[in-house]
């Protein structure tokens, strides 16, 4: 996958970081609701990260509601959480994202109209 080897932020945990490209992936679909996640071993290997590091990664799923973990199975994605990932995704980015924006399109005095038509 493309964000396999992702360059760290070191303003952001790695565990952190992980956890934001999982949630990226049930949102796409590619880890779809009810679907197993990949081991905690798995998610060390794929980042190059200790096992440690990737437990705290399906800690932080699991606080968010976005796992089910099935004894002796694995975690597996929740049901309703792409919909939920999505409804808070959409308020992140209309409240912190679009403004910045917003405010950076009248700076540069561009055209909303020629930008929707590129």
Same mark, same amino acid.
């Given at each position: 996958?493309?964000?396999?080897?992702?360059?760290?932020?070191?303003?952001?945990?790695?565990?952190?970081?992980?956890?934001?490209?999982?949630?990226?992936?049930?949102?796409?679909?590619?880890?779809?609701?009810?679907?197993?996640?990949?081991?905690?071993?798995?998610?060390?290997?794929?980042?190059?990260?200790?096992?440690?590091?990737?437990?705290?990664?399906?800690?932080? /799923?699991?606080? %968010?509601?976005?796992? &089910?973990?099935? @004894?002796?199975?694995?975690? #597996?994605?929740? !049901?309703?959480?792409?919909?939920?990932?999505?409804?808070?995704?959409?308020?992140?980015? /209309?409240?912190? %994202?679009?403004?910045? &924006?917003?405010? @950076?399109?009248?700076?540069? #005095?561009?055209? !909303?109209?020629?930008?929707?038509?590129?």
């Amino acid at each position: 996958m493309s964000d396999a080897n992702p360059v760290w932020n070191d303003d952001l945990p790695i565990y952190r970081q992980i956890t934001d490209i999982i949630i990226r992936r049930v949102i796409d679909g590619i880890y779809p609701e009810g679907e197993l996640l990949p081991s905690v071993r798995g998610v060390a290997d794929e980042f190059n990260v200790s096992p440690l590091t990737a437990a705290k990664v399906f800690q932080e /799923l699991d606080k %968010e509601g976005l796992t &089910i973990k099935r @004894r002796g199975i694995g975690a #597996e994605v929740s !049901p309703n959480s792409r919909a939920r990932l999505l409804e808070s995704e959409r308020a992140k980015f /209309l409240n912190e %994202e679009w403004p910045r &924006i917003q405010e @950076r399109i009248k700076r540069l #005095e561009l055209d !909303p109209a020629e930008l929707l038509s590129t």
